[in-house]
């Protein structure tokens, strides 16, 4: 116990030191490279405005001024999902998700009093608690002047608390004569039809010469924002138009903190932007980080297409999730009843290839994103998933390992489970973006590390895999396993720019505890439910505060969490996520899956009692009830402390419970219960 204790001291003194290290790393990142080259800043929002809009014959300003621009897809989602205009012109002032309230085709007047305190309210009790006015409130702060030109949603962006800027001009260049920030509206294309092609190119070619007209004004040191500043008034939600070009930004890719995936960016990065080019500080409230170049010397044409390309994906996934998640469901369905049918008529399980190929479906549906299935459609997305399911599966069910041991089989599946999710986290997460239950750009939950249904699937396929090697090991080299593959899970998960995972490590490494707790041997003490809670927080807590020590630009959720317990608003992000979480438990997918799983948990568990079924001889029973316990540790801890709630329970059970399955048989005879053998009595004891 003692070095247990020595150990939970070191890691306190850790946390420390990096807390002590964090204000020197904050102030050396004042130095910024905008600082030295600050001048005008002119903001061009189109609402609607997509990458497919921009081709060299209709729109050959903006084709020429993208060639020598960072680029990205924005991601325009707001405090009501979809961003109509109004909506998407408060999250560009307030640089959180903001709400408006007001149907797609009207625009709320800020001049008008009655109307401008209905957006404060409504924002105040949002889910963000958007500061209506906060990048005008901010730019006037720092002693900058805003302008406004064109559309009248350029006054929604600008605007202080008040509602007000400090001029509206008809031109870029006369705005310029006095004012340090421009903000322009074109706002043709918002309300065309997309059905008619000659009103789509009247108005891109009005949105071009503006954008031209633009251009000419601009002097030398000046930047140049324009963005795609919401959906439009009907239709899906795309990704949008995001370029930057000035002094600070050359041809290439845009990336932000707040997606840390190149050529992805947020809209609500667009205001922290602006501040941090105009020197001005960033408040609190805003969620998004400045947009940061990344040099790429791809031609225009590769590069845009991309960009494309990555939203045709990230709607392909959207519109398979529809039925994909039914499919899911009815599978685990599917997969329980057999099962259950088959203890009821007292037979062998079902064949171990059809577990082992149920529990490799979640991380099939990552490795389907090996092939460009969205290019013919949303099809090929369940026969690839099938496909890689069933490779999987029978190569841990007939493989050499798994002839005679059931375990090396549920090793296998999960083994390869875990080491998908991690070395996806560790080449930048490319299959989890628009993975079946993963992270999509439109939908903007999560960018890169590992997602909260990745986080459960590298935590059973880690559990899985260490409660099947440790079988038959001394009980110190048992606890060790456990914690050394544990230990690489939750690096893994928890490091800024691998994992970035905060609540998964609050779940998992509870749940290793557990297990390395049980094949250890030890005799249960109070002190190990403590050790392993503080040990919990004080590792999640290291993670946030070595994330805290980098640069503002670069901070990860982890580090700016830091930030939101000193200014007081982490309550808002906590109340936010149990709310998201506690939504699971109200409908989707996983919560009929949770069911499903519950169903079968109480069938075995009355099967068990009533001595209908009973674990293969070759199971350790100890190590298949730690086992047990971690995962439920996990399935719960996991959903309590990750806003995906109910998706964690369920997928961690997807890969483990057909893998517990094979360890259980029907007891062939089943023995009649106490009360009938007294009433006959032994029968033994008569011939006697």
């Known amino acids: 116990m003692r070095r247990s204790w020595s150990w939970i001291r070191a890691g306190a003194g850790a946390c420390l030191i990096a807390a002590t290290l964090a204000p020197s790393a904050s102030a050396a990142a004042a130095d910024d490279p905008a600082a030295a080259v600050r001048g005008p800043v002119v903001v061009v929002g189109v609402p609607g405005l997509t990458w497919q809009d921009v081709q060299p014959g209709l729109t050959p300003a903006l084709w020429r001024l993208a060639g020598r621009s960072s680029v990205a897809a924005m991601t325009d989602r707001t405090g009501e999902g979809d961003a109509r205009r109004a909506a998407g012109w408060l999250t560009f002032n307030t640089g959180s998700r903001a709400r408006a309230d007001v149907e797609p085709r009207v625009l709320p007047d800020p001049t008008v009093p009655g109307q401008l305190e209905r957006l404060h309210a409504v924002n105040r009790s949002g889910a963000y608690r958007s500061q209506v006015g906060a990048l005008g409130d901010a730019l006037h702060r720092a002693r900058r002047t805003v302008a406004t030109v064109g559309g009248a949603g350029a006054v929604l962006g600008a605007m202080s608390g008040d509602g007000r800027v400090d001029s509206r001009d008809p031109t870029v260049a006369a705005a310029l004569q006095h004012a340090d920030v421009v903000v322009v509206e074109l706002p043709q294309l918002y309300d065309v039809d997309r059905q008619d092609t000659r009103a789509v190119h009247d108005a891109l070619s009005q949105i071009d010469t503006g954008v031209a007209t633009a251009l000419q004004a601009l002097p030398g040191n000046a930047s140049l924002l324009v963005a795609g500043v919401s959906d439009a008034a009907s239709g899906r939600a ?261 994992g970035d995972d905060f609540g998964g490590v609050l779940g998992l490494l509870p749940a290793v505890a557990v297990l390395a707790l049980v094949v250890s041997k030890v005799r249960f003490s109070w002190r190990y439910p403590f050790g392993a809670l503080l040990a919990t927080v004080m590792t999640a807590a290291a993670f946030a505060l070595y994330d805290y020590t980098r640069p503002p630009s670069e901070r990860t959720h982890l580090g700016r969490f830091i930030g939101q317990i000193a200014d007081g608003s982490a309550w808002t992000v906590v109340a936010r996520k149990f709310g998201s979480s506690t939504a699971t438990f109200m409908g989707g997918a996983p919560r009929w899956i949770v069911v499903v799983w519950l169903v079968l948990g109480l069938a075995t568990y009355v099967g068990h009692r009533r001595g209908w079924l009973s674990l293969r001889a070759a199971v350790d029973h100890r190590v298949a009830g730690g086992l047990l316990a971690a995962l439920l540790v996990l399935a719960v801890l996991g959903a309590g402390f990750n806003d995906s709630g109910l998706s964690i329970t369920a997928f961690a059970f997807y890969v483990a419970a057909p893998l517990l399955v094979p360890l259980v048989e029907p007891v062939s005879e089943v023995p009649p219960p106490p009360s009938m053998l007294r009433e006959i009595g032994d029968p033994g004891l008569s011939r006697s």
């Open 238 to 498: 795309p990704l949008h138009v995001a370029m930057a070009a000035g002094p600070t930004f050359g041809p290439g890719r845009l990336s932000s903190a707040s997606t840390g995936r190149a050529g992805v960016v947020q809209l609500i990065d667009v205001a922290p932007t602006v501040l941090w080019l105009t020197g001005a500080p960033v408040p609190t409230a805003m969620l998004g980080v400045h947009w940061s170049p990344l040099p790429d010397h791809a031609s225009t044409a590769s590069r845009l297409s991309a960009l494309v390309e990555l939203d045709q994906r990230s709607a392909a996934n959207i519109q398979a999730g529809t039925w994909y998640d039914r499919a899911v469901a009815w599978v685990a369905l599917l997969y329980v009843v057999a099962t259950i049918t088959a203890w009821a008529w007292r037979r062998a399980s079902l064949p171990l290839v059809v577990s082992t190929v149920i529990a490799s479906v979640p991380v099939a549906g990552w490795l389907a994103q090996l092939v460009p299935w969205w290019h013919v459609g949303t099809w090929p997305l369940a026969p690839l998933t099938a496909l890689f399911a069933g490779a999987i599966g029978s190569a841990a069910a007939f493989g050499p390992w798994s002839r005679h041991d059931r375990w090396r089989a549920a090793a296998f599946v999960g083994a390869v489970t875990a080491a998908v999710i991690i070395v996806d986290a560790a080449t930048g997460s490319p299959l989890s973006l628009d993975a079946p239950f993963g992270d999509n750009p439109i939908v903007a939950g999560r960018f890169h590390g590992i997602g909260n249904v990745a986080f459960a699937l590298l935590g059973a396929g880690t559990l899985m895999l260490s409660a099947a090697v440790v079988r038959g090991s001394s009980p110190r080299r048992a606890a060790a396993t456990v914690v050394g593959l544990g230990a690489v899970a939750l690096l893994v998960d928890g490091l800024p720019g691998l």
